[in-house]
């Protein structure tokens, strides 16, 4: 992604719709990351759209620093209406040209801004494809996110650090969608369903 910038606003926008359709019967319901019902996938999805608009911002603390694998996250009673609103935020901090430059940190890990970035998109792209898939709601991503999670994902795929974070490449062809060679490429399974 090295001089590109995404607006975010696109696939913010398709996360909240998602998240605006789930019913409260579903927030028990499993998804494709094991750990997490729904409700659990609703607060990561809130914990890293505020870290990852801290990390844009420059405003580091408690929501950069925290390791996303510190505990389980889970959603308030509020997440409703919290969780659009740091969507929108999330896009407004990553439309100013200095959140793509110089060094941030998110996770708990200092990077470069552009990868952070990278990140981002990543993990909206990603766990849109969660989030759709365990509520049974149809999923079509931002093109210019998607591309961009593509490309990150596929870039990462010969680090032998990867499944740590990703978990193992599940192998899909090469003339398969984007979005399922992107969501095999992430470690899941693109035909899974609950």
């Avoid at 990351?33 to 990852?52: I, M, T």
């Avoid at 708990?108 to 909206?124: F, N, Q, T």
Wanted: hydrophobic share 45%; glycine share 8%.
């Amino acid at each position: 992604m090295t001089g590109t910038t995404i607006d975010f606003e696109p696939q913010s926008g398709i996360i909240a719709r998602l998240a605006d359709a789930v019913t409260d019967e579903r927030l028990a319901d499993p998804t494709p990351c094991p750990d997490f019902a729904v409700r659990n996938l609703l607060g990561h999805l809130l914990g890293l759209a505020a870290a990852f608009r801290d990390a844009a911002r420059k405003d580091l603390g408690v929501t950069t620093d925290t390791p996303p694998t510190d505990s389980v996250p889970d959603i308030g009673p509020g997440w409703r209406q919290e969780l659009p609103k740091v969507l929108d935020e999330l896009a407004e901090a990553w439309r100013d040209p200095a959140a793509w430059t110089g060094m941030t940190r998110a996770g708990g890990v200092d990077l470069p801004a552009e990868v952070a970035a990278a990140v981002a998109i990543d993990e909206l792209v990603v766990h849109g494809w969660d989030l759709a898939r365990a509520t049974g709601q149809a999923y079509e991503p931002d093109p210019a996110a998607l591309r961009a999670c593509y490309d990150f994902l596929l870039a990462s795929a010969e680090d032998p650090s990867r499944d740590a974070i990703f978990g193992p490449i599940v192998p899909v062809a090469q003339d398969a969608p984007l979005l399922d060679r992107a969501i095999g490429l992430s470690g899941r399974n693109p035909g899974w369903t609950p």
